[in-house]
């Protein structure tokens, strides 16, 4: 169980300090690529309220493991998981106690025509398209709850001929946008804004068709000692910040408790 407690008084004291510098200073954030929109957001805002600068990189949340193993520059990591934040602790790529839930997502099958996803999920019983896309499920914890929710509904053996596959959930989704898949599984966060589906049709994916899709942020060995990554963090976790996460179709935990004990959850 994560030293919450801890976290909260560190990752406090690190922004303090970080508001009273009297110099701008500059994080480097690796971003699972479901959370694009909502991190560009976050990071227009974090600028202007402190004056920190966010250096976004979006990618695989599997290729930023790999990367950050061989060194890459990162500061923070905004995973699309709750296993690899983890994993990077227990290596000592990351500071123990650091990490923490900001956000639970929600996988969707979405179309850009606007007739052929019902409400229901029902077109996947059907399968009467040629090609289905999905994210690497060895890369992308979306892709591998897509693989569970086809296998809880006894269809992944029916469809698996069928896969277009992404490298990143940010690759699915273009392969169903440039309809070069007629439908696939991507993060709601892609193709919701504003409490609205932006365009397209879509079924949202119940929740206990596959594990949670708990992602968490951790701040990295790199960034140890830097006060605008510490303050990223905490301003990561301020109430605009989660109402800016909540517009994107994101859940939000009510506390780490709630999170760690979520059915299936990796905690």
């Known amino acids: 169980m994560r030293a919450a407690g801890f976290l909260l008084r560190q990752l406090a004291a690190f922004g303090l300090a970080a508001s009273a510098t009297t110099f701008a200073g500059e994080v480097r954030v690796a971003v699972a690529a479901n959370f694009t929109l909502p991190a560009q957001s976050i990071a227009r805002a974090f600028e202007q309220e402190t004056g920190h600068k966010a250096q976004l990189a979006f990618g695989s949340t599997g290729r930023f ?3 950050i193993a061989n060194g890459a520059p990162f500061d923070v ?15 000592g790529l990351a ?10 997502g929600r996988l969707v099958l979405w179309s850009r025509n606007p007739a052929l996803v019902d409400a229901k999920g029902d077109v996947l019983q059907g399968g009467n398209f040629p090609r289905i896309a999905i994210a690497d499920p060895k890369l992308a914890p979306y892709g591998a709850a897509a693989l569970q929710t086809l296998n809880r509904l006894g269809l992944l053996s029916r469809l698996q001929p069928k896969f277009v596959q992404g490298e990143s959930i940010a690759q699915t989704y273009q392969f169903v946008a440039s309809e070069n898949a007629p439908l696939g599984f991507v993060a709601l966060s892609q193709v919701f804004a504003e409490g609205r589906l932006t365009q397209g049709s879509a079924w949202v994916v119940p929740q206990d068709l596959h594990q949670p899709i708990l992602q968490d942020a951790v701040l990295l060995t790199k960034g140890r000692t830097n006060a605008a990554a510490a303050a990223f963090l905490v301003y990561l976790r301020s109430p605009k910040s989660r109402d800016t996460i909540r517009s994107f179709g994101y859940d939000l935990c009510s506390s ?3 999170c760690r004990l979520a059915p299936g959850g990796s905690r």
């Not at 990591?77 to 290596?91: F, H, I």
């Not at 500071?95 to 639970?104: H, I, L, Q, R």
Request: glycine residues 10%; aromatic residues 10%; charged residues 15%.
């Open 65 to 67: 493991f790999a990367q």
């Open 95 to 104: 500071v123990a106690g650091s990490g923490f839930t900001y956000a639970v």
């Open 256 to 258: 780490q408790a709630s």
């Open 77 to 91: 990591l905004l995973a699309a998981d709750g296993e690899t934040p983890q994993q990077l602790e227990r290596q």
